[in-house]
């Protein structure tokens, strides 16, 4: 088993004084499975919410801080996924190359989804029903202004 | 966009204070993908770890507590993906029968889990380097008991 795990110092804002560090020896193909992986768990705790904050699905306190703690960590997992060696890789991924080719503007990206998701972890603490809809708006609109520029168009 | 999440009241025990609220109505393919996703990146976080503690990956503090408070969360996404109806599922899983035929022993081997991600959870904070690598250890062994009775052999 010659599973070579580099730690190199290639870290992260993560606005939360962790220091996250990259396996730079990591396969390409394993760190597309791992982003979208974060992104598959990110859609199991967003949708529920965002069903909530349409007024589709009950309302239910409990369910908006478990999610939402979720969320927080979630919202840290995909981004060193998107290294520079998984430009050209064969696996199926709906990554634009504004990816590589706009690198300050996907990190504003990923900061203002963590952002809006650190936002609606403090009101999640509270029980103020309005509030934690509209924290979950902004989370929604955070993950769709993403998509919209980073992400190729699903159908 | 017909998502129809019923948020039933299907609490598991998280150990937290959180309730967990499973989607009975989402595709049982759905779920076998979400909670698979949760392995994956339990693997992207404890895998580094694991080298760590062996002996092959050079020591790394903020990596401990980082990956340790990504695995805290984790260690709470997969178990709700085993629901009943994902039982005759087509997709490709390694979920063995007994999951559902030994629920309190598969219930057991989640909470041994759990209890070994927070005591690395809690060891992390400190700085003892052998403490952290003991309670990887511990991890890793959980990981390990669960996977032996409850997941096909990897090849």
Redesign the interface.
Known sequence: MK?K?M?AGFALA?GAG????A?SQVKPEILV??R???M??QG?YA??LG?MAAG???Y?A??V??NA??L???S??PWDGFAESTKGVTVKTAALPAIWSEPAKFKEAQDNFQKAVQALVAVSRGGDEAAQKSAIGAVGKACGACHQDFREKQN
């Not at 962790?18 to 560090?21: G, H």
């Open positions: 599973k795990l730690l993560l962790y220091t996250l560090t396996f499975k791992q979208q992986a974060a598959t768990l199991k949708g529920p069903g589709k699905v009950p239910n409990d369910t801080a478990f703690s979720m927080d960590a979630l840290r997992m």
